[in-house]
């Protein structure tokens, strides 16, 4: 990211356009010669490489090129190089303030008077006189010695430039859209990284891929520039999925849109992307608090979707058969809360909740599953007691048949009855169904029941939906079922309009 004085864009109606480097030869030219001077520079005082800088920015305005640009790239090679200052045997401070202690007792001196402070200085500190002047000042930015220097070379220098410039428009954002596409693996590793950031987000799936709502650090009372570097380092990790687009809300003099996406790949450098192993304490104190109390543990183990939301909980724990989801809800703003509550209550399969208790809202979260609550640290014993609980009652649940369900029952209804989730109901019909039933769609019935089904209609001169309800309404089965029974039986309704005796089934 640059210091944000070297943005380079323009404004075009209410969008923002970047100046980015498409690498025409007086970009290249410059970039190299940028090179070539921090490059001879190797030993020397930074104040001498400045001054050449302020050389060579000069005579490219006069060429038309914008001083920003010149000075942007000097800044990334500036951090190419590694600095020291000179060794001394007194340190610099030291000096200056012997000598501006004799200098003071002079109360003012002339040109002979401050040799003689000098060499008194040096003779007090045993150094030699000539050097003391220089070793005086070793420690400023201009005196110390460029040891070293990455050197890169042009093309990607600039390639370099167009993500700091992308980074540095980005620390003006109020918020930012980001629709990306990619393996299951890339998308994985870009919630983790956004996670592990600290960035607040929401995402919701679409047809071909996933769009995330993040809020930018312009957003963020107090927490501008740590959340507004956070959100430019995601910048790598987004230009590594296969397809992205970012639309942010800038905020300059005017509200401005910044619209661009993977057309200008080649613009920027090309990123491996590194996975990181937990995004907070809380994360690692869970996981190892789990595994040792008997648990497998797997990180963000699916995306879960659900009313064109995504949900990506935080751990998968297994114990044998026992199946949990862990959602660790920490500190967040309220709308976040909000729409967190929102995703999780779509969410069917059984959860463990480990909540702060400082959040203020944190009582309504007890509606959607088992809660631990903490505070600041999550304590071993009280968590091992808590999945010790949890285990042993969904142990309970699995091990309770759907008994008495009579000829016919929707899923629904059974859990209800049984009291417990229909998601632990469907995971123990799929290892075993009860003798003389079949397990089909929504439904529990009796193997005969959907023979008859079937005999029904293939006996029925009329094959609407409304001739063969009614048949099967003669036969006792209740007409809440039939749609489902019908299709279970191998067959399909079509239905032409709201009437349904237009229905046909075929």
Known sequence: MLPLQLLRARRSGR??????????????????????????????KVGELERELEDIEERYEGMGVDFKLVRGLSTLLE???????????????????????????????????????LKAAAEELKI????????????????????????????????????????????????????VRGGSGKIKLLIRDIKAKGLMYYAESLKNGIRFLIDGPASVLKLTTRYGTSLAKLVPTIISMDSWRIVADIRMRKPLILDLSDSLRDLFPAHEITTVEYDSSLERQFHEIAASSGWEVIREPYP?????????????????????????????????IKKKLQKMKQVSDKMLLLVDRNLSCSRF?????????????????????????????????A???????????????????????????????????????????????????????????????????????????????????????????????????????????I
């Open 365 to 397: 979260f007890e509606e959607l599953g088992d809660v631990l609550y903490f505070d600041g640290k999550i304590k071993y014993a009280e968590l091992a007691k808590k999945l010790s609980e949890v285990e042993k009652m969904m142990r309970k649940e």
């Open 304 to 336: 879960i979707v659900s009313g064109g939301s995504v949900f990506f909980p935080d751990f998968l724990i297994k114990k044998g058969d026992v199946k949990l989801l862990v959602e660790i809800i920490g500190f967040w703003t309220h709308d976040y």
């Open 128 to 179: 030699d006189p000539s050097g003391i002047e220089e070793l005086m000042w070793a420690d400023w930015d201009e005196n110390k010695e460029i040891k070293s220097f990455n050197e890169p070379t042009a093309a990607d220098l600039l390639r370099e430039y167009n993500q700091s410039l992308l980074q540095t428009a980005l620390f003006r954002a109020i918020r930012m859209e980001l629709f």
């Open 399 to 505: 091990e309770v048949l759907p008994l008495d369900i009579g000829d016919i029952s929707s899923l629904d209804e059974i859990s209800s009855r049984l009291g417990f989730e229909k998601s632990v109901l469907i995971e123990k019909l799929r290892k075993k169904v009860p003798a003389g039933y079949i397990f089909t769609g929504n439904l529990l019935l009796k193997e005969n029941i959907l023979k008859e089904v079937k005999s029904v209609i293939e006996s029925c001169e009329r094959r609407d939906l409304r001739s063969i309800s009614d048949l099967l309404s003669e036969k006792g089965i209740p007409e809440r079922y039939h749609t489902a029974l019908i299709e279970a039986a191998g067959f399909k309704v079509i239905f032409r309009g709201l009437d349904e005796s237009k229905a046909e089934v």
């Open 79 to 117: 951090r190419k190089c590694d600095v020291e200052t000179k060794e001394t045997k007194v340190k610099p401070d030291q000096i200056r303030r012997i000598v501006f202690e004799r200098a003071a007792k002079l109360g003012g001196f002339v040109i002979d008077e401050r040799e003689e402070v």
């Open 15 to 44: 969008k923002l356009i970047l100046k980015f480097c498409s690498g025409r030869d007086i970009e290249l030219e410059l970039a190299e010669e940028l090179i070539s001077v921090f490059r001879k520079h190797v030993g020397r």
